[in-house]
């Protein structure tokens, strides 16, 4: 039996023993040194593939987590599935393009008022959060997703959501949806 590289065994060791997913700088912290840690991470990341545990990057933090395919062999408690709602889907999707933003913008964006227990809704799933407030008269709060909506939507970070094309070619939008989501595209090019 060859020995393993001893970074990649303390690497391996402090993310399986943490309790949240951890950032390179709070593993090289635990560790002493940051040199080798990102080469260290993607070794491991190679090596889990394909195992009953994968070692997962979302959001610039890494951990351990059960094989998405084998996660039914787990539960021990039967999910209860809510249904959101069609202002809690377009909501949701506004926040993750657009955080941070506020109700105003949220409102203004959809057209119409949110009730608070739609950003109730979302904050209770843990896929929205308060990120502080805007530096503008009254102080306005701002809300922006969370790690755990990229852990649900399988997404490592808000680059992976899908762009107007893969939206299209998915049947999402139709043509008009899609004339005028080109025609802000558009429009904001000529602002800049």
């Known amino acids: 039996m060859s020995e393993r590289d001893p970074l990649l ?50 959001g610039g933090r890494w951990h351990f987590e059960t094989a998405g395919d084998l996660a039914h062999l787990l539960r021990r408690d039967r999910d209860e599935h809510r249904k959101l709602s069609r202002a809690g889907i377009e909501t949701l999707a506004i926040i993750a393009y657009h955080e941070p933003v506020t109700r105003a913008e949220i409102e203004a964006i959809r057209g119409v008022q949110i009730s608070k227990g739609t950003l109730d809704v979302l904050m209770e799933a843990g896929w929205v959060r308060p990120a502080g407030r805007r530096e503008s008269p009254g102080r306005p709060l701002l ?31 139709d043509p008009v949806d899609t004339a005028m989501l080109q025609g802000e595209v558009e429009s904001a090019g000529e602002d800049d």
Request: aromatic residues 6%; negative net charge; glycine residues 12%.
């Open 143 to 173: 809300f922006a997703t969370t790690l755990a909506f990229l852990d649900h939507f399988g997404l490592a970070s808000r680059r992976d959501l899908p762009g107007i094309d893969d939206l299209r070619a998915a049947g999402l939008l």
């Open 9 to 58: 065994r303390a690497v391996e060791a402090v993310l399986f023993a943490s309790e949240s997913p951890m950032t390179p700088a709070a593993i090289a912290a635990h560790l002493g040194g940051s040199e080798g840690i990102a080469q260290a991470l993607g070794t491991l990341a190679h090596e889990y593939a394909g195992r009953g545990i994968v070692l997962v990057e979302r």
